[in-house]
């Protein structure tokens, strides 16, 4: 199981852009790479998810390099409702286990 | 859509008392899983189901039993609670894309 290192925290501003960048050397061929988000007092909600390049949806973006040894979610300007914690996951899918570390906390200030 | 259901949302029990958690999901998924989560801490994987009829060890096992009694329903069972089960429990279920999760179980062991 392809294991994720992410820094535990990060600050920035309102209506900034922010990228949290998840490593993960040994990721496998079969899995994608997926972000959650968690707000307090609630469980975590899926963001995105990609295999390879770029994928952009509503949220936010995530792009993954040629190697794929490491992803970057971002975010772009964040407001303070984006004030959460962000988990990378690593995962072939269906049947897999879900193993969340330890994650980013983001705080955005006004 | 209900989407992930948990029960209770809030307990309290004595050290040594037994209960189980119940988690049901409308969705149609194969995939099950049983997270805690202690203050300031991610979220660590104690039991999983990748389908019905099918269980398997997390990071966190010791304590725990579990039951997926059909696709929609999966338990998590505390035979003899301690207080180092106090924690949040998260249920969740997925396509093999994306996980949704339940809106957790505060669970407290006095």
């Known amino acids: 199981l392809a294991k994720t290192t992410q820094p535990i925290s990060m600050d920035s501003y309102e209506g900034q852009e922010v990228n949290i960048t998840c490593s993960h050397n040994n990721i496998a061929t079969n899995d994608y790479i997926t972000w959650y988000q968690q707000f307090p007092s609630q469980g975590p909600r899926f963001i995105i998810q990609g295999y390879k390049t770029k994928v952009t949806n509503e949220v936010a973006s995530l792009f993954i390099p040629a190697d794929r040894k490491s992803s970057t979610l971002s975010l772009p300007r964040v407001s303070l409702s984006d004030t959460a914690v962000y988990y990378c996951l690593v995962d072939w899918g269906n049947g897999n286990k879900l193993v969340f570390g330890a994650g980013t906390i983001l705080r955005v200030k006004s | 859509n209900a989407g992930v259901t948990q029960t209770p949302k809030f307990q309290v029990l004595k050290t040594g008392q037994s209960m189980t958690l119940q988690c049901a999901q409308d969705?149609?998924?194969?995939?099950m899983y049983w997270y805690r989560q202690d203050p300031g801490m991610g979220l660590r994987l104690i039991y999983y189901?990748?389908?019905?009829?099918?269980?398997d060890k997390g990071e966190v096992p010791n304590g725990y039993n579990v039951s997926r009694l059909n696709k929609r329903e999966f338990s998590l069972r505390l035979e003899s609670a301690a207080p180092s089960q106090t924690s949040v429990y998260f249920c969740?279920?997925?396509?093999?894309?994306?996980?949704?999760f339940g809106q957790g179980t505060r669970l407290t062991v006095v």
């Open positions: 969740a279920s997925s396509d093999g894309l994306e996980a949704f």
């Open positions: 969705m149609n998924h194969n995939s």
């Open positions: 189901s990748a389908s019905e009829g099918t269980t």
